[in-house]
């Protein structure tokens, strides 16, 4: 006779004497120890780790307290893991002669793991403009992507849900205009040199942005004018030779040329050295005393000169 009874699918033994919050639990991230060795930088990873004295404060910290906030990791296909966010902690843990660091592990594909590279440094105090344009370029990529493909009735690549373009939503979110998104994202096309003249500060961001606009073999060529006539290009005579260069006029020698122009506001200032006024001061002035005390004589001037001309 056969069992009228229904087939009962029995629960495992872990199952019956798990607790709902144990199960929650097993769900939560986990903080590993990992070993620096194991841990691999970001790929193109825009923000620059240096040994510098901030960097040097860092490594003391976590040689005397460890790391306290976990980096961010995911697992890396040829072994290891590809470190996401915590580039200059585990840098300052090798400093601090550490073998191990916290670090969360996750599952990021390429977009993910882009979004938060760029957003755990964006908040820093003190970027490069070269650091600003790389993540300003890798994130919008990353949220285009994510955001799929337009239609053909829509050319304009949507960032979200509400319409709002990808440029928009970046825009908003590190408190920048969508223009000046675009102006830091060109300076990208500069040959590496005199993107780090704009980091160094010799280049203004400005001029920067017009001379992005040369060809690459334009701004090499750049480079020897520059160097020849002792010069930087101003914000006007950026903008000329992007004019000429848009126009396929633009050569070596009308570089020197250009770069050889004396500038406006060289015309209009008096430099004096500190050798040169000393000698008319005691050895007790200081820079700021000179100054002042020549601000005085000349003030003293002037209105001898008014009541000379009065009379």
Not at 64 to 83: K, S
Not at 214 to 230: G, H, I, Y
């Amino acid at each position: 006779m056969k069992s009228s009874a229904k087939k009962v699918e029995l629960a495992s033994v872990d199952d019956l004497f798990s607790t709902e919050e144990s199960r929650a639990d097993a769900q939560r991230e986990k903080v590993l120890e990992i070993p620096l060795s194991e841990l691999h930088p970001f790929k193109d990873h825009p923000f620059k780790v240096k040994d510098d004295e901030a960097m040097m404060e860092t490594a003391d910290s976590i040689r005397q307290y460890g790391v306290l906030v976990p980096a961010i990791a995911r697992p890396d296909p040829n072994g290891g893991y590809e470190l996401v966010a915590g580039h200059r902690r585990h840098r300052a843990s090798e400093l601090a002669s550490k073998e191990t660091m916290p670090v969360i592990v996750r599952d990021l594909d390429d977009d993910q793991a882009t979004i938060i590279m760029v957003d755990s440094n964006l908040q820093r105090e003190s970027l490069l403009p070269s650091e600003r344009a790389f993540a300003y370029k890798m994130k919008l990529e990353a949220m285009k992507r994510q955001a799929g493909r337009p239609s053909k009735e829509n050319c304009s690549q949507l960032g979200n849900d509400f319409g709002k373009k990808s440029s928009e939503v970046l825009a908003e979110q590190v408190g920048q205009s969508k223009n000046q998104i675009f102006r830091y994202i060109r300076l990208t096309e500069l040959i590496p040199e005199l993107l780090d003249m704009v980091d160094e500060k010799k280049i203004a961001f400005n001029p920067a942005y017009e001379l992005s606009f040369l060809k690459k073999e334009e701004q090499v060529d750049l480079l020897d004018a520059m160097d020849s006539e002792q010069a930087t290009p101003s914000l006007s005579q950026a903008q000329r030779l992007k004019k000429y260069s848009q126009e396929g006029h633009l050569t070596l020698d009308m570089m020197r040329v250009i770069m050889g122009e004396e500038k406006k506001s060289d015309l209009d200032k008096i430099t004096f050295t500190s050798d040169t006024l000393r000698k008319y001061f005691p050895r007790s002035y200081t820079p700021q005393r000179m100054q002042e005390t020549i601000i005085k004589l000349l003030e003293q001037w002037q209105r001898k000169r008014q009541q000379q001309h009065e009379r």
